[in-house]
């Protein structure tokens, strides 16, 4: 006994038990490098997709919720995770102040919030209320645009690092686009408007690097109206991608796409053809770069790559007609998923643009961003209803989840270690698990 205890046997069985734990840690450790955080408006890749499988796809207002708290006025922006900590920008119009509010996922406790008064006037449309623009972070500073009243950066604990003032943002819609983080630079697109510019900082100090002018150009507008400032403008958040072995800003201007180098605001190539109210962000795949345009205009898809304007090289194809699109699609395996403003889901061949199939989704108008994971869609209505269809050449609606009342949001969903998160004007949610996965 004793020497099947301490001896061949035992340490067959603490080899056993060796690898076992082994085992266990390897397989906790892939869950653990499968399960994002959300320290973006889109995600950790700026593209809407979750590398997560297992997350909620039915749920009620009152069923799979974890919790939900009230949010003290309307918005617009997205909320972002990371690790217990939840970030949603927030403006309190009646005290004329813009703020960053803190939670903790586990139970929806505020923690914090911190901002600042502005006084002057803002316009923006009815529709889309002020610190429209969704926050950032890398875990240790969290980075928030107030429009006029400027760009902002917290620690997590959230006591100011630095701010900066970076004039006036003027337009009658408002404005949308998110800062972005990428190694030591932060990106803020600051537009639309009159004196639009792309601009990097330093994510550290706040300090200017580079900033990259876009004015307006009104050349080549076939209908009278588009010659206002009014009815130019883009509400892009850039993505930054390898391309053909070089990192490439893309970003989607009033005209056209273009791709510039992130560390100097070089101009690598400009591409042409779609219109000049822009809302979407670029999506990229299979080298291969789309931009959509808004105000039911036009869709173009580019080879990524080369130098000066490549319209006539490198682009693909175009749509000159499109429905209206406020919220930014995904790609999944050679296929463009897009949830338009007018309830409609849509499936293009991304190298083709060819329509393969197109499905009203009965839940009134849509703004949010597709969320994709797992092969799956997500996108919240205004009215509320989070619709889930699988990403595939062959439409299938998975879920129709309503969190009832008059829950109008214009958000997009936020997924995180087997949770879902959504903010509504009136609440932010905590779908699934109270405790999440390990």
């Known amino acids: ?18 690898a076992v734990g082994i085992c266990l840690a390897l397989i906790f450790l892939v869950e653990a490098t499968t399960a994002d955080d959300w320290p973006a408006w889109r995600g950790p890749r700026g593209d809407g997709t979750c590398l997560e499988k297992g997350l909620p796809t039915r749920w009620s207002a009152v069923e799979n919720v974890a919790w939900k708290v009230p949010l003290p006025e309307r918005g617009n922006s997205t909320p972002i995770i990371w690790g217990e900590r939840i970030f949603v920008t927030q403006a309190l119009e009646q005290q004329h102040r813009r703020t960053l509010i803190c939670f903790d996922r586990r139970d929806g406790r505020q923690l914090w919030q911190q901002g600042t008064d502005w006084k002057e006037p803002d316009p923006t449309h009815g529709t889309n209320p002020y610190c429209a623009s969704s926050p950032v972070t890398d875990g240790e500073r969290v980075i928030a645009w107030f429009g006029s009243a400027g760009l902002f950066c917290y620690d997590m604990q959230g006591k100011e690092l630095w701010r900066r003032e970076l004039g006036t943002q003027k337009h009658i819609w408002g404005y949308g686009a998110s800062p972005v983080l990428h190694d030591d630079l932060c ?38 109206k588009f010659a206002s400032v009014d009815y130019h403008g883009s509400w892009t958040t850039p993505i930054i991608r390898e391309v053909e072995g070089r990192q490439e800003l893309l970003i989607s201007f009033p005209f056209r796409l273009c791709g510039l180098d992130p560390r100097t605001g070089k101009e690598y190539w400009t591409c042409s053809g779609i219109n000049p109210l822009v809302y979407t962000s670029p999506l990229f795949s299979d080298g291969i770069i789309v931009g959509m345009g808004g105000f039911n205009g036009m869709t173009i898809a580019l080879r990524a790559g080369g130098n000066g304007d490549i319209t006539a090289d490198r682009r693909l194809w175009r749509h000159p007609k499109t429905k209206q699109r406020i919220g930014s699609g995904v790609i999944h395996e050679g296929h463009i998923y897009i949830h338009n403003d007018p309830g409609i889901a849509e499936c293009f061949n991304l190298s083709s643009g060819e329509l393969v199939w197109e499905q009203r989704l009965d839940g009134g108008t849509n703004w949010s961003s597709l969320m994709l994971a797992n092969g799956l869609c997500y996108s919240i209505t205004q009215r509320g209803d989070c619709f889930v269809f699988r990403a595939s050449p062959t439409f299938e609606l998975v879920a129709k989840n309503s969190l009832g009342e008059a829950e109008l949001s214009n958000a997009s969903v936020a997924p995180s270690n087997g949770q879902l998160f959504l903010r509504t004007h009136q609440h932010l949610w905590c779908i699934g698990q109270r405790t999440p996965p390990p």
């Open 1 to 18: 006994m004793f020497r099947d205890r301490f001896g061949w046997n035992g340490r067959c069985l603490a080899r056993a038990g060796v």
């Open 187 to 224: 990106y803020l697109h600051f537009g639309p408007g009159d004196g639009s510019f792309l601009i990097a900082l330093d994510k550290k100090t706040g300090a200017t690097v580079w900033k990259h002018d876009e004015p307006i150009n009104r050349q080549g507008t076939a209908e009278a």
